[in-house]
C-alpha cells in the first residue's frame, strides 16, 4: 500500500534553532503539498508543488521558512530559525495531479520548539 | 472568500446512531468537496468525496450530501460505530488536484 512517508515523526529542539522536515511522496505523484495543523488555526497550507515546481507559498513565513523539492522523490520544510510559534504538527501530502485523484497525507511531524 | 465553515466542534452519538456533520461554503469556484478522518497521531485519510454536479454521493454507511445553491454540504454517517470515532475535516479546492481550504474539524465520539 503506497504512503506518503514523513521524517522525523517527532522534533523537540529549542528556541533559534533549525528545523529540516523530510516529505517522501507516493511514487509517480508530482505534487507535493505542506500543512500545518495547530489547535487554533487548524489545517492550513503553506506550500504545494506541481512537478517540483513551487506553485504557492504564500501561506509560508517567507522570512524563516522555505520548502524545496530536490528531486520527485524527496521534498523539505526548513525553519531557521525556528520560534515556539512554529510549534505545531506539519503534514505532507502527495496527489497524482489529474481531475479525480486526491491528496495522499502522511503521518506528519510533531514539531516542538522550547 | 475563501472560507470554509464547519459545525458542529464535537459530537456525540450512541452506537448504531446518524452522526451528521455540516459545513458551508463561500467561494463559488470551489468544485471538488472531500472529507477526510483523522485519528489521533494520523495524519487525514480521504473518507469521500463529490463534485458539484450530483446531488447526493453514498459509499457504504457514509453519504455526502451537496445543496449548491445553499453553497452547503454535509456528511451523514449511518449506524455510528465506536470505530468511527475521530476527527472528521471537510475540505473544497478548485479542482481536486490543487490545495485544500480545510474547515475546523468535528470531533466525533460514539459511545458503544
Known amino acids: 500500500d503506497a504512503r506518503v512517508t514523513q521524517t522525523p515523526r517527532d522534533k523537540v529542539t529549542e528556541m533559534g534553532q533549525e528545523v529540516t522536515m523530510r516529505c517522501q511522496p507516493i511514487l509517480g505523484h508530482n505534487t507535493v503539498f505542506w500543512y500545518r495543523q495547530t489547535m487554533m488555526q487548524g489545517l492550513e497550507l503553506l506550500a504545494y508543488?506541481?512537478?517540483?515546481?513551487?506553485?504557492?507559498d504564500s501561506g509560508m513565513p517567507k522570512d524563516r521558512f522555505s520548502a524545496e523539492m530536490p528531486d520527485a522523490t524527496l521534498a523539505t520544510l526548513k525553519i531557521q530559525p525556528s520560534e515556539p510559534r512554529d510549534s505545531a504538527v506539519y503534514f505532507c501530502a502527495s496527489g497524482a495531479g489529474g481531475s479525480n485523484q486526491p491528496q495522499h497525507f502522511g503521518d506528519g511531524t510533531r514539531l516542538s520548539i522550547l | 472568500q475563501q472560507q470554509v465553515k464547519q459545525s458542529p466542534q464535537s459530537l456525540i452519538v450512541q452506537k448504531g446512531g446518524i452522526s451528521i456533520i455540516n459545513c458551508a461554503y463561500e467561494?463559488?469556484?470551489?468544485?471538488?468537496f472531500p472529507w477526510y478522518q483523522q485519528f489521533p497521531g494520523k495524519g487525514p485519510a480521504l473518507l469521500i468525496a463529490i463534485r458539484p454536479d450530483v446531488s447526493e454521493k453514498k459509499e457504504g454507511r457514509f453519504t455526502i450530501s451537496f445543496n449548491k445553491s445553499a453553497k452547503q454540504f454535509s456528511l451523514h454517517i449511518m449506524d455510528s460505530q465506536p470505530g468511527d470515532s475521530a476527527t472528521y475535516f471537510c475540505a473544497a479546492s478548485i479542482g481536486s488536484a490543487r490545495q485544500l481550504t480545510f474547515g475546523s474539524g468535528t470531533q466525533l465520539t460514539v459511545l458503544p
Open positions: 467561494n463559488t469556484a470551489f468544485d471538488y
Open positions: 508543488f506541481r512537478n517540483r515546481a513551487p506553485l504557492d
